[in-house]
């Protein structure tokens, strides 16, 4: 449902994006500029995009570039990139309700969080975010972290339909041309409101184990764990942004 609001936090808008950031702030990558409060990406055959101050994005799309495409990177890495600059913490994780609060599973692409909710969905468990949640402190308890769900819609490869046996998705939601990834919605579950976090999973696929093993880890290891799951934790680290030790 279109939310109702005076005047947006945030414009996405087409047209022109800077050839180069400036400054003595900038971190230059291959083909991405950052500095704390811009971000220049050029996507080759796709489009640039252009953030600035946490609330603008600008958008130059290739001529020739398909829209999936285009919106893949424009809710990925600038929205992420927007994100950061308002030093938010988007956390690389998906997410599951339970009980009064949510449980997350974090872990690196492909290690399979979008395979866990799904297969938790099939067994009767309501999905809270898909790929990334963004953490934010309670209002009313400073000592409670709270998420909040990104776009409800999971994006799976072919062999994470079979693996839980939900029903494939058509070519339609093909996420992008030539890409085995899928569009799986859950718009009819959705539920934006912050929900307090009342465990983290961090999934590690490099075990040879055939049975899963859960280990408790300690707060230094939990600490950097979720450093490493901060969703493109390269924009955190050149706009200067850091994980509170209050998290």
Same mark, same amino acid.
């Given at each position: ?79 992420? $990139?927007?994100?950061?600059? @308002?030093?938010?913490?988007? =956390?690389?994780?998906? #997410?599951? &309700?339970?009980? *009064? ?67 494939? $998705?058509?070519?339609?939601? @093909?996420?992008?041309?030539? =890409?085995?990834?899928? #569009?799986? &919605?859950?718009? *009819? ?59």
């Amino acid at each position: 449902m279109p939310a109702d609001f005076d005047k947006p936090d945030l414009t996405i808008t087409l047209g022109s994006v800077p050839e180069r950031l400036h400054g003595d702030d900038v971190v230059n990558k291959v083909r991405v500029s950052m500095s704390p409060t811009e971000y220049l990406q050029k996507v080759i055959n796709v489009a640039s995009y252009y953030v600035a101050n946490g609330n603008e994005i600008r958008i130059d799309p290739n001529p020739a570039a398909d829209e999936k495409s285009v919106r893949l990177f424009l809710l990925s890495n600038a929205m992420a $990139a927007a994100l950061h600059q @308002r030093n938010l913490i988007p =956390l690389h994780a998906s #997410a599951i &309700f339970h009980e *009064d609060g949510i449980v997350l599973f974090c872990g690196p692409s492909g290690v399979g969080k979008s395979t866990t909710v799904t297969a938790l969905q099939a067994k009767g468990y309501k999905v809270f975010s898909d790929d990334v949640c963004v953490l934010k402190p309670s209002v009313n308890n400073p000592d409670l972290i709270m998420a909040v769900p990104s776009y409800p819609m999971m994006k799976l490869w072919i062999d994470s339909f079979n693996k839980t046996g939900v029903q494939m $998705a058509g070519e339609e939601d @093909r996420i992008r041309p030539h =890409l085995a990834k899928y #569009a799986r &919605f859950y718009h *009819d579950e959705y539920e934006i409101a912050p929900r307090p976090i009342k465990r983290v999973f961090m999934l590690d696929s490099g075990s040879l184990e055939q049975r899963a093993i859960i280990k408790e880890m300690s707060t230094i290891e939990s600490f950097s764990a979720l450093q490493r799951n901060t969703y493109r934790h390269v924009q955190m680290n050149a706009m200067k942004n850091e994980i509170s030790t209050s998290l």
